[in-house]
Every structure is written in structure tokens, then in C-alpha cells.
T-cell receptor
Framework: DAGVIQSPRHEVTEMGQEVTLRCKPI?????LFWYRQTMMRGLELLIY????????DSGMPEDRFSAKMPNASFSTLKIQPSEPRDSAVYFC???????????FGEGSWLTVV | GNSVTQMEGPVTLSEEAFLTINCTYT??????LFWYVQYPGEGLQLLLK?????DKGSNKGFEATYRKETTSFHLEKGSVQVSDSAVYFC????????????FGTGTSLTVIP
């Protein structure tokens, strides 16, 4: 079975550019999460969706970050404009609501120079 | 509120040594408890879980017992291998939080031959 699929796996971009990260959750899962991982701050929840509706976006660092989930099989996390401090690994994860196990993708490794 | 506190690392052990990584939690409801493992350059993978008090989760020689009286879920392995070198995350989910998952800060384990 396909797991959570993220793209791109690696991206290097210049400061000020727009970055779009993509995620396809596990088929049938109805809850989707975006996390950011850095050495300094560890694993941080940015936002999560239930049934394509954002439930908690309190972890989104600032207005430069936005996330959408237009349908059950696709989500994007956008950073515009990007800054060097946004360099991190961004993980997407999915689960069933009430299913009590969360599955992670392999991450998108973002470097902003 | 809901939170997880786990033993800070890094932890360095010799091959075949006994491993314990401590994890304690606070929860407003009846949580499910998890250990996730992250190998270098990869996403988090579910290692084991327990969904109710006194349950023992086990996988790949790792074990953890859900102790409600001490609000703990310590990870143990009797004989570690070099291939166990990774970062280990304790986590909980509570069904009354809209499918929210709470992760600890992670404990880095290095096993030397």
C-alpha cells in the first residue's frame, strides 16, 4: 500500500521565492497534518485538517505560511516569501479520525539561501 | 492539558546494552500512547503503541507498558544493536481533542559496536 507521499523530497531556493510543498495522504484517511522539524525546535505541528477542513492552524508561524486541502487526496503548504529561517524538514502525516495512529511521509527537505 | 515529556538525550550505548528511554504524559482524557522511530534522513515510523492501561506494545525487540498509575510509557530493549541508532519519539493521542497528536521532543540514540 502506498504511504503518505510528499513532493519535492529536496528543494533549495533563494530567499524571497515562493515554495510549495505537496502531500498526498493515505487513501481513505480523513485527517492530515503538517509538521516542521528543526534541530533547534524539534517537531512542531503547523496545521491539521479533518475532512479537508482546517481545525487548528495555531502552529503556523506567520502570514507567510498558508496551507490548503482542496480535496481528500491532496494538500499544499505554501511559503511566500521564503526566508532562510524557514529551512527545515516539513513532514506531512495522515490518519483516520479516531483511528489513533498517525502515518508520516518521508519529508520535504527545504533549504532557503 | 495534554503533553508528553521524554528523557533528554543524546544517549550512547554499546552494542548489546540494555536500553530505557523514559516517557511520562499528562492527558485530559483516555489517551493512546505511541513510540515512533526516525532513522537518519527518513520520516517518523510507528514502532509500537498501546491503547489502554496495562497494555504492552512490542515490536522489533522493543517494549513499552502503558502505566496509568505512574502516567508513564517507558521504552525498553534488552539488547540494542547498531541498527537501532535513531531518534525515538514518545507520543499520545486523545480522542476528545479532535484527533490531535502530541509528540515529545525526541531522544537520540547512538549504539556503538
Amino acid at each position: 500500500d502506498a504511504g503518505v507521499i510528499q513532493s519535492p523530497r529536496h528543494e533549495v531556493t533563494e530567499m524571497g521565492q515562493e515554495v510549495t510543498l505537496r502531500c498526498k495522504p493515505i487513501s481513505g484517511h480523513n485527517s492530515l497534518f503538517w509538521y516542521r522539524q528543526t534541530m533547534m525546535r524539534g517537531l512542531e505541528l503547523l496545521i491539521y485538517f479533518n475532512n479537508n477542513v482546517p481545525i487548528d492552524d495555531s502552529g503556523m508561524p506567520e502570514d507567510r505560511f498558508s496551507a490548503k486541502m482542496p480535496n481528500a487526496s491532496f494538500s499544499t503548504l505554501k511559503i511566500q516569501p521564503s526566508e532562510p529561517r524557514d529551512s527545515a524538514v516539513y513532514f506531512c502525516a495522515s490518519s483516520l479520525i479516531g483511528g489513533n495512529t498517525i502515518y508520516f511521509g518521508e519529508g520535504s527537505w527545504l533549504t532557503v539561501v | 492539558g495534554n503533553s508528553v515529556t521524554q528523557m533528554e538525550g543524546p544517549v550512547t550505548l554499546s552494542e548489546e546494552a540494555f536500553l530505557t528511554i523514559n516517557c511520562t504524559y499528562t492527558a485530559t482524557g483516555y489517551p493512546s500512547l505511541f513510540w515512533y522511530v526516525q532513522y537518519p534522513g527518513e520520516g517518523l515510523q510507528l514502532l509500537l503503541k498501546a491503547t489502554k492501561a496495562d497494555d504492552k506494545g512490542s515490536n522489533k525487540g522493543f517494549e513499552a507498558t502503558y502505566r496509568k498509575e505512574t502516567t508513564s510509557f517507558h521504552l525498553e530493549k534488552g539488547s540494542v544493536q547498531v541498527s537501532d541508532s535513531a531518534v525515538y519519539f514518545c507520543a499520545l493521542s486523545v480522542s476528545n481533542t479532535g484527533n490531535q497528536f502530541y509528540f515529545g521532543t525526541g531522544t537520540s540514540l547512538t549504539v556503538i559496536p
